[in-house]
């Protein structure tokens, strides 16, 4: 197996992304847990990883890399050899592109920052973060109508890229209630072969 170490925080969901997509690829990491509360991030050590002192870090021998959409096209394009989780026709990856956009985009604004303040105090605006929320997935509900997948007839990276946060949004005070579709497409997520989940916490509509 590749000599992969994983630095990550175990309530990260970008450090999810990753941890998932190796799993689901039948890659076990080293993981090694980052301080982020105590500012460990932002040592000079974890600095000389990543100098914006984010996490997930892959390290892949002696390939160093940040950014976790960025992680994924690179596990997908190196470990999957059926090129099914990243397409290389041009047009499929270009809906997978797409999602990967929406992943660094609306959902970071939306229901990565509503569950961002609850989890770890951000001084941010919750209100504007939870009407975001509920405007993307208002679409992402709409999309999913005739789908499984957001990308595709098979899953690929842009759900892997997407699920966590969405997973997760309870967390940060925002209910999956009115969105029969996207819950269908988290269940279908959670069934693919070596999923595995993120810790959850006692906050939001999750407590």
Request: proline fraction near 6%; charged fraction near 15%.
């Amino acid at each position: 197996m590749p000599a992969i170490k994983l630095y990550r925080h175990p309530l990260s969901g970008h450090s999810h992304r990753v941890e998932l997509f190796l799993s689901i690829l039948g890659i076990m990491p080293q993981v090694i847990d980052v301080d982020v509360l105590n500012g460990e991030h932002k040592q000079p050590a974890f600095l000389k990883k990543n100098a914006f002192a984010q996490v997930p870090v892959l390290q892949d021998e002696h390939i160093v890399l940040a950014d976790s959409n960025a992680i994924l096209c690179y596990l997908a394009r190196k470990y999957d050899p059926r090129r099914t989780w990243f397409p290389t026709e041009t047009v499929a990856a270009t809906h997978v592109q797409r999602f990967l956009s929406i992943a660094s985009g609306p959902i970071a604004a939306g229901p990565a920052t509503a569950r961002l303040i609850n989890v770890f105090g951000a001084q941010l605006d919750h209100n504007r973060a939870i009407e975001q929320s509920h405007a993307l997935f208002a679409v992402l509900n709409t999309h999913l109508q005739s789908r499984t997948w957001l990308a595709g007839e098979n899953p690929t990276i842009a759900d892997i890229a997407n699920y966590t946060y969405i997973a997760h949004a309870p967390e940060g005070d925002v209910s999956l209630a009115d969105y029969p579709n996207i819950r269908a497409w988290l269940e279908s997520v959670e069934h693919i072969s070596g999923f595995i989940p993120m810790q959850t916490t006692k906050t939001g509509l999750a407590a």
